[in-house]
């Protein structure tokens, strides 16, 4: 009798662990074969998002708003004239215009996902030096550059792509500047290569 309450008290033990490692062997199982909304576009997976899709290139995830084939309008623009000049490496610096507050969105969008390689700098406008998100910043407008470095600039306004002496700006509205803000950092990244 004292040995059935012994292995009772070891049944019970034993018994949870077991459920824990097979939930635990479950999980691993399921999440690898969970079916995620997955594109490819490419050769390159794209994750669907709430908002949007991460995909990896170079071994970093990279976020976006777009699919890239809602971005195909974009080749033999002016954008991708841009981005052909920034990858073959015509600039030493390309100053990203943060002064206007309402497309800082697209800014956010080109610097998260490729700030990393020391190209792009926040800047701002002469007119808003003294705002506070400015202060610390390079002061910079197109005039005012050397010939190795551009102003990018994004504004809320009638669409609109500009490309010359070393400075573009690219207007429309917000969904517009997202576009071309992700366009940007997947032709940079090489998403549009076959």
Same mark, same amino acid.
């Given at each position: 009798?004292?040995?059935?309450?012994?292995?009772?008290?070891?049944?019970?033990?034993?018994?949870?662990?077991?459920?824990?490692?097979?939930?635990?062997?479950? $999980?691993?199982?399921?999440?690898?074969?969970?079916?995620?909304? /997955?594109?490819?576009?490419?050769?390159?997976?794209? /994750?669907?998002?709430?908002?949007?899709?991460? =995909?990896?290139?170079?071994?970093?995830?990279?976020?976006?708003?777009?699919?890239?084939?809602?971005?195909?309008? =974009? #080749?033999?623009?002016?954008?991708?004239?841009? $981005?052909?000049?920034?990858?073959?490496?015509?600039?030493?610096?390309?100053?990203?215009?943060?002064?206007?507050?309402? &497309?800082?969105?697209?800014?956010?969008?080109?610097?998260?996902?490729?700030?990393?390689?020391?190209?792009?700098?926040?800047?701002?406008?002469?007119?808003?030096? #003294?705002?506070?998100?400015?202060?610390?910043?390079?002061?910079? &407008?197109?005039?005012?550059?050397?010939?190795?470095?551009? =102003?990018? &600039?994004?504004?809320?306004?009638?669409?609109?792509?500009?490309?010359?002496?070393?400075?573009?700006?690219?207007?429309?509205?917000?969904?517009?500047?997202?576009?071309?803000?992700?366009?940007? /950092?997947?032709? &940079?990244?090489? /998403?549009?290569?076959?």
């Amino acid at each position: 009798m004292r040995r059935r309450k012994e292995k009772r008290k070891l049944f019970v033990p034993l018994f949870i662990i077991g459920i824990m490692v097979l939930s635990m062997f479950g $999980v691993v199982i399921g999440g690898l074969s969970q079916d995620e909304n /997955v594109e490819k576009y490419n050769g390159i997976s794209f /994750v669907e998002l709430g908002n949007g899709y991460k =995909f990896n290139v170079g071994g970093l995830d990279h976020n976006v708003y777009s699919f890239p084939q809602e971005l195909e309008r =974009f #080749e033999g623009s002016s954008v991708e004239g841009l $981005v052909n000049d920034l990858v073959v490496g015509k600039y030493a610096k390309v100053y990203l215009d943060i002064s206007n507050g309402e &497309s800082l969105g697209a800014v956010n969008q080109v610097y998260t996902n490729l700030g990393g390689s020391g190209l792009f700098v926040p800047s701002c406008t002469e007119e808003f030096a #003294e705002e506070e998100r400015c202060k610390e910043l390079p002061i910079n &407008s197109c005039e005012e550059l050397e010939e190795n470095n551009l =102003f990018f &600039s994004f504004e809320i306004g009638e669409n609109l792509e500009s490309y010359e002496n070393n400075c573009f700006e690219v207007n429309g509205n917000l969904n517009h500047l997202i576009n071309v803000a992700d366009y940007v /950092v997947m032709k &940079s990244l090489g /998403v549009f290569n076959e």
